[in-house]
């Protein structure tokens, strides 16, 4: 009588030869997941950042989109918390660089700068807090293709009367430490 297996019991065994084998050679399928549970409190703290609501003068909200968000994001390992803000202002890209650096700076933010680029005016980040309570700040200037992409022409012709752009705050769930440019 032929020894065989049930097609179930194959893909059993066929996970747990992976699962063994990436345990003994120091690798590892399964990763620490953390879900978006119990983050309420810490999301709140991220949306009530006073940087979120405090655009240079003459900035506004799009009159075409929403641009306020906030989402705990947990579909790719650990969980990561973001609250942003779009705005469109009528004058240059440095002006609200300006103004953020100046406000992020005053307020305890680190800036980071881009290690890939000479100048800074793409996207900044900073970073704030210690291990446990570690935020990150980054302002972006989504190109015209983007914007129509994801919010319709009627915002990328908006968007074109000045520099728009976002701005967005974010943490691991847990206030790990994390990297602007890695």
């Known amino acids: ?7 179930g019991r194959a893909a059993a065994l066929l996970l747990s030869a992976v699962l063994v084998a990436g345990g003994l050679s120091g690798c590892s399928l399964l990763t620490p997941f953390k879900t978006c549970e119990g983050t309420e409190a ?7 950042l006073p940087l979120l609501t405090s655009p240079p003068p003459g ?3 799009p009159r075409t989109f929403d641009g306020n968000y906030a989402e705990c994001a947990d ?9 942003g803000r779009t705005y469109v202002y009528p004058g240059t890209r440095q002006e ?8 992020a700076e005053a307020d305890g ?7 890939t680029s000479r100048q ?6 900073f970073t704030k807090g210690e291990d446990g309570q570690a ?13 129509t992409e994801f919010y319709g022409p009627e915002a990328a012709a908006e968007f074109a009367t000045g520099a728009g752009f976002e701005i967005t705050v974010g943490s691991e769930a847990d206030g790990a430490t994390t990297s602007c440019w890695s």
Do not use: Q
């Not at 579909?75 to 609250?83: E, I, K, P, T, V």
């Not at 609200?96 to 650096?101: E, G, K, S």
């Open 75 to 83: 579909d790719s390992g650990d969980a990561w918390l973001s609250a």
């Open 109 to 115: 933010w680190r800036f980071v700068p881009d290690p």
């Open 59 to 61: 900035a506004s909200a």
């Open 120 to 125: 800074d005016t793409r996207e900044s980040c």
């Open 135 to 147: 935020k990150m700040l980054t302002l972006a200037f989504p190109p015209a293709h983007f914007v």
């Open 42 to 48: 810490r999301m709140k703290e991220l949306e009530s």
């Open 96 to 103: 609200v660089l300006d103004h953020y650096r100046k406000a």
């Open 1 to 7: 009588m032929p020894f065989r297996i049930r097609p």
